[in-house]
């Protein structure tokens, strides 16, 4: 087993390889907390295997202001036509600071289970679309065409029993929370230049909701997954990069995949 700093690979990343049918998807969970560097493992991994698909969990929230899908539009509990800009931003802080975004009660698991059940099964699904800054469902759908990989990526994926059965490989980020933080501080820094409050609504959110909810919920999960990654943080150099991290081992999951797929 190889050890890095308090860190280590899973033991169970080393236990027999068992042999897939061909016609059913092998599935990856890629779990860990906020900002911890999922969606870029999930992109590494897309980049060896092309023809993999990427469901993110975020497009599965439970839209707390709104769900402008076809069959529920009649029902969307928002106007936006009838409000100014003014009031439609007030709305959307005043949601982002009063939700738990880092719970599993956030999450709508009937959809999502749905849509990975029809990708193992061989079958397309049109994909929700979530606006993770109004905090709506769109009325647009993806369609997501059925692959022989499907990598499932976001922060509480294996808090919900009947997704992670379904799932061939789980592999958590372990990343210390000062780097998940900075990483956090900075994009949201980046996405919202002018807002000269935006510091002060992030540090409240982390203190109240995210990091309880990351010691409560996320970091438990950890003890089912196959693989542990480290990440040891992003890029300091330049720009400060918060996409280039140090997270090594990727190869060690594209191995398993294909040993175990074929």
Request: proline content about 6%.
């Amino acid at each position: 087993v190889k050890t890095y700093g308090k860190r280590l690979y899973s033991p169970l990343a080393l236990r027999p390889t068992q042999q897939k049918s061909e016609s059913k998807p092998y599935v990856i969970g890629i779990c860990g907390g906020p900002s911890s560097g999922k969606s870029s493992v999930a992109k590494f991994i897309k980049a060896k295997l092309p023809h993999a698909v990427i469901l993110n969990l975020i497009h599965f929230y439970k839209p707390i202001r709104g769900n402008l899908r076809r069959r529920s539009r009649a029902n969307s509990i928002i106007e936006e036509q009838d409000k100014t800009e003014d009031e439609q931003k007030l709305e959307i802080r005043d949601a982002y600071r009063n939700n738990d975004f880092d719970s599993p009660d956030a999450i709508d698991w009937v959809l999502m289970n749905k849509g990975v059940k029809a990708l193992v099964a061989g079958q397309p699904f049109n994909k929700p679309i979530y606006d993770d800054e109004t905090m709506i469902r769109t009325a647009r759908t993806e369609h997501v065409k059925p692959s022989s990989v499907v990598i499932i990526e976001g922060h509480l994926i294996f808090c919900n029993e009947e997704l992670m059965k379904m799932m061939d490989l789980k592999v958590f980020i372990d990343t210390d929370d000062d780097v998940r933080l900075s990483r956090r501080v900075l994009k949201m820094s980046r996405k919202h230049p002018n807002d000269s409050t935006f510091l002060n609504d992030i540090l409240q959110k982390y203190e109240n909701y995210v990091k309880p909810s990351f010691e409560k919920f996320i970091e438990p999960t950890k003890k089912y997954a196959d693989i542990i990654l480290p990440n040891y943080g992003f890029s300091t150099e330049d720009k400060l990069d918060v996409d280039s991290m140090n997270i090594p081992a990727i190869d060690l999951i594209i191995k398993r995949v294909l040993s175990e797929q074929f």
